[in-house]
């Protein structure tokens, strides 16, 4: 094949194409010039109002094609008096109505079928014959559900004389994803609201995320660590903070704590900082979630609790050499509450009464204190914390086996706010001094 016949041959191709396309518009205008076919069929317009309708000069370009290919677009006419002339197969599909449902209705009958107000129905349409193009939303409940739809107005021409066309778009997509674009910024609103309150407080604060970087630390967290920001924000949270032999515990435990909500089962970590030093905090979290309610990130805010943990190791230290003291003491040393409650009581009270510390926890003075000395040694304790002083304070004991323990010593009271709250005892024993005074005073 030549090169003329090659574009003859190409030419015919095309021409054989138009053809075929100008064949089906005829076909589909004969549709519409069929007898009866407004009448018989739910979703065609009559020919006249095809070539009336479509060809108004306000969309004239979009209609060139049938009313009945318009899928997704509901098309409503009225007249001027709110009478429905027609409407397209979208309107008739979505509401399940035929025409005889619908075309030729008056506009109050429209309105009770949808649902409408009548006189905001005529106050719209008064506002389109003045030349208005009025656009609102409304909400549609069908058999599939509840969407909302964009209704635009405008005039046009049908059958030769003035209507308005009523074009409904569903948005119900558009108007969730608006929502929830409106809840994202929303959310990331306040979390930003939140870190920003969180700079410039005296708090521990920062934001790991899913992947294990700092996306966040206040300043506060940098001055205890001496870390500059360019150290800590975009790194990884445990090679910066955590020393290298307990990282991979430390990983598992932020996995763990990823799914299972936010939730660290150890809730005081140390911090390494930049001299080497550990600061340790005491942690709350926050979980920010993902638009699937996945975990993405964790803030977590603390105190430190650094110089608390070492004053109470120097007041741990302290105590254990007291009670050495008070333990490697002769003389027997009890702390009672203002209600008798024994809250100490030193070895030698202990093995010289026969009582174990955990049964002491469960012991009143009174339980100790012989009958027939009780009352005399209540009221000598109660004297005390009034304030009296007694410089030689006696009383008699019966131990766990049933044996009268004297003794003597010295008692103060302790106040805390100018109020007292315990007693304090230092006793030794006397027992065998009053027996060899007993059976001195015998023989002579």
């Not at 949808?114 to 058999?143: C, S």
């Not at 108007?175 to 990331?188: D, P, S, V, Y």
């Not at 932020?254 to 150890?266: D, H, I």
């Amino acid at each position: 094949m030549n090169y003329m016949e090659s574009v003859i041959q190409q030419e015919k191709s095309v021409l054989l194409q138009e053809i075929a396309q100008l064949k089906h518009r005829v076909s589909e205008y004969e549709k519409l010039t069929q007898p009866g076919l407004a009448e018989n069929t739910p979703y065609a317009t009559s020919k006249a109002g095809y070539n009336q309708l479509f060809q108004s000069p306000l969309r004239s370009n979009e209609f060139d094609q049938p009313l009945s290919r318009t899928q997704d677009e509901l098309m409503i006419i009225f007249d001027r008096e709110g009478n429905v002339l027609d409407a397209n197969r979208a309107v008739l599909t979505w509401f399940r109505y035929t025409r005889e449902d619908l075309i030729g209705k008056s506009a109050e009958a429209f309105c009770a079928i949808q649902r409408l107000d009548f006189a905001k129905l005529q106050e719209v349409l008064h506002r389109t014959w003045q030349g208005e193009e009025p656009v609102y939303e409304r909400e549609i409940t069908t058999e599939k559900g509840a969407f909302t739809f964009e209704i635009a107005l405008k005039k046009a021409i049908y059958l030769g004389r003035e209507a308005v066309v009523a074009y409904g778009r569903d948005i119900t997509a558009i108007k969730l994803a608006e929502e929830e674009k409106q809840r994202l910024l929303a959310q990331r609103d306040a979390e930003e609201q939140f870190l920003r309150t969180l700079e410039k407080v005296n708090l521990v604060c920062f934001r790991i995320e899913h992947n294990e970087t700092v996306s966040f630390c206040n300043d506060y967290l940098l001055k205890i660590t001496g870390w500059s920001p360019e150290e800590v924000v975009g790194q990884n949270f445990f090679d910066v903070f955590v020393p290298a032999r307990d990282r991979a515990a430390r990983r598992l435990e932020f996995a763990n704590a990823l799914r299972n909500g936010g939730f660290f089962e150890v809730t005081e970590r140390g911090l390494l900082g930049k001299d080497g030093e550990m600061r340790f905090i005491q942690f709350n979290s926050v979980v920010l979630s993902t638009q699937k309610g996945e975990i993405a990130s964790i803030i977590r805010v603390g105190e430190d609790i650094t110089d608390k943990k070492k004053v109470s190791a120097v007041l741990a230290r302290t105590h254990a050499q007291l009670q050495d003291l008070f333990d490697n003491a002769n003389d027997l040393i009890q702390i009672i509450s203002l209600k008798g409650d024994i809250l100490f009581a030193n070895r030698a009270w202990q093995e010289t009464l026969g009582y174990s510390g955990a049964e002491i926890e469960r012991l009143n003075i009174r339980d100790i204190i012989h009958p027939q000395h009780l009352k005399s040694t209540l009221g000598r304790f109660k004297r005390i914390a009034d304030g009296e002083k007694i410089y030689k304070f006696q009383t008699v004991f019966r131990s766990k086996a049933g044996q009268d323990i004297y003794l003597a010593g010295s008692v103060s009271c302790k106040y805390e706010a100018g109020k007292p709250t315990a007693l304090r005892c230092i006793l030794y024993d006397t027992t065998e001094r009053i027996r060899a005074e007993r059976a001195q005073s015998l023989y002579y």
